[in-house]
């Protein structure tokens, strides 16, 4: 009988690490969830606090914003205050920071709460990724990555439906409010299982930093506020992209030739590491922005309530959770990148399925295509994030999850941009295209308004077709563009290489918990 391969041990030792994954995955959840959970509820806000359509879309601009800044920050706190305090803090930061959104009196207070929940939250995800691989020995790591992508994919898979019904069954405070008791749960769980880890001392770059914060945070302004000033056309989108190129050239510029960088650039040297951030940015650009566009095509075209949105949704939120428990297995055994393949055709076939949608259809292709894009995510995500950290040293552990959230949350930004300003755009074309159709001598035409007694009696409800049909051939092509930008996506994973001799813990790091 073969005997088992011995396994390595990891960087960090603890006694409970059960309990200690169910600790963070819930802190992760929470996060994750209120990334999606409060846009449903923006109408409901608005009245409310007595905002503009423009003023209330501030409640996100600047939780997104804020996130993006602090992101790449995690790394350096987490040295200098030690990984156990920045992520109890984080906790801490993030429940009350919901706690003063669900009881924000106007405006200004809601968005300074939200610049706070973003700054907090955005260190979650990074140092839980960080310490999920810390505290797993290398050759289980897919195993850990599979739980832990469990987590990311909940959220946005169930959180617009979560916030619909707090919101219709409560009131728009409720999204913010239930965070409350899942902070203090995972605060209490983590105070009692989260590992010290080891400070380093180093100096703060401040100029490193404002040079990405500067760029990072204009590039979220371009895309949020892209399609409201229309793009190009707006001298304000001309500054924001002026200062983002800037801010990025004198940023690597500068870590290039400083002698303590605020991010050392030496970790993209890696060649897994780097080809898997460019896999992550485009696996956000279509995951998150078909998951924008499904709740108001089967909402405000299809006619399904929001409930019974969250249910057809629902198929993709399973496939994942299943595919990701297979894949943590096979991943071990298995070519990671023939993983990754599969789930990115998968990924695509599900596209092309979504591209025959019509609005006049039974459910099941919405539930099967919905299912088979959640299985690819799950081939996706888990081998990605094995290859993407197998070969990093682990002294770079923080920041490397803080730049691979970080480019992830960036290809969202990027993908939900693009889908909606292709979908305004395509409305009209598809409106005119349709409408230079309808002339006075085609014969069906003619017939119905004449049972209808004439032209000018259903001008009206021809028009409103027409706008159903163009707004639903928009949602389409979007469908046909984030197909393509999938398979495009191929050639990019045989850059990956199997690592044969992933990297070994840091000795001088290796931790044994109390």
Same mark, same amino acid.
């Given at each position: 009988m073969a005997e088992q391969a011995p396994v390595? *041990?990891?960087t960090v030792t603890v006694k409970n690490k059960g309990l200690l994954t169910a600790a963070i995955m819930v802190a992760v959840v929470m996060q994750v969830l209120d990334t999606t959970i409060a846009n449903v509820a923006l109408p409901h806000m608005r009245a409310s606090l007595g905002a503009s359509q423009d003023e209330i879309n501030w409640v996100l601009t600047s939780y997104i914003v804020a996130a993006a800044i602090a992101t790449p920050l995690t790394g350096w706190f987490s040295d200098r205050i030690g990984r156990r305090r920045l992520l109890l803090g984080a906790v801490v930061g993030f429940t009350a920071a919901s706690l003063l959104c669900g009881v924000a009196a106007n405006l200004s207070q809601m968005v300074l709460f939200r610049v706070v929940q973003g700054i907090c939250g955005a260190m979650l995800v990074p140092l839980a990724q *960080?310490?999920?691989?810390d505290i797993n020995p290398r050759e289980r790591l897919g195993q850990a990555m599979a739980i832990f992508g469990a987590g990311i994919m909940f959220g946005p898979i169930i959180g617009p439906t979560l916030g619909g019904w707090l919101t219709e069954t409560f009131n728009w405070r409720a999204v913010f409010l239930v965070n409350l008791p899942v902070g203090i749960v995972a605060f209490v769980m983590l105070f009692a299982l989260m590992p010290d880890t080891i400070i380093k001392i180093r100096k703060?770059?401040?100029f490193g930093f404002g040079m990405l914060a500067l760029a990072v945070a204009s590039l979220q302004m371009l895309l949020d506020r892209g399609q409201g000033v229309g793009w190009f056309d707006s001298p304000e989108i001309w500054i924001y992209l002026m200062l983002t190129l800037s801010g990025i050239w004198v940023f690597v510029v500068h870590s290039l030739t400083s002698a303590n960088p605020f991010i050392d650039i030496a970790m993209f040297k890696d060649r897994n590491f780097t080809t898997g951030l460019v +896999?992550?940015?485009t696996t956000g650009i279509t995951l998150f922005s078909g998951l924008a566009l499904l709740p108001p095509m089967l909402q405000n075209l299809m006619g399904f309530p929001v409930v019974e949105t969250g249910i057809l949704m629902g198929p993709r939120g399973i496939g994942t959770m299943v595919s990701m428990i297979i894949v943590g297995r096979l991943v071990a055994k298995y070519d990671p990148r023939i993983l990754i393949v599969g789930g990115t055709l998968l990924?695509? /076939?599900?596209? /092309?399925?979504m591209t025959q949608f019509d609005i006049v259809m039974s459910t099941g292709p919405i539930l099967l295509s919905g299912f088979l894009q959640g299985v690819g995510m799950g081939f996706v995500f888990v081998?990605?994030?094995s290859l993407a950290f197998a070969t990093i040293a682990s002294k770079y552990r923080v920041e490397a999850t803080s730049m691979f959230s970080l480019v992830r949350n960036v290809g969202q930004g990027v993908g939900i941009s693009l889908v909606t300003t292709v979908l305004a755009q395509m409305q009209v074309v598809n409106y005119g295209e349709l409408a230079s159709r309808l002339t006075v001598d085609s014969g069906p035409l003619r017939d119905f308004a004449a049972a209808n007694g004439g032209f000018a009696n259903v001008a009206s409800t021809l028009s409103g077709l027409v706008t159903q049909q163009a707004a639903m051939l928009a949602f389409l092509d979007d469908f046909h563009l984030m197909m393509i930008i999938t398979f495009l996506s191929l050639p990019i994973?045989? +850059?990956?290489?199997?690592?044969?001799n992933q990297a070994k813990p840091d000795p001088a790091e290796h931790v044994m918990a109390d």
């Open positions: 390595s *041990a990891p *960080a310490t999920m691989m703060f770059d401040f +896999l992550i940015f990924m695509g /076939y599900s596209l /092309y399925m081998p990605l994030n994973v045989f +850059l990956l290489r199997r690592p044969k």
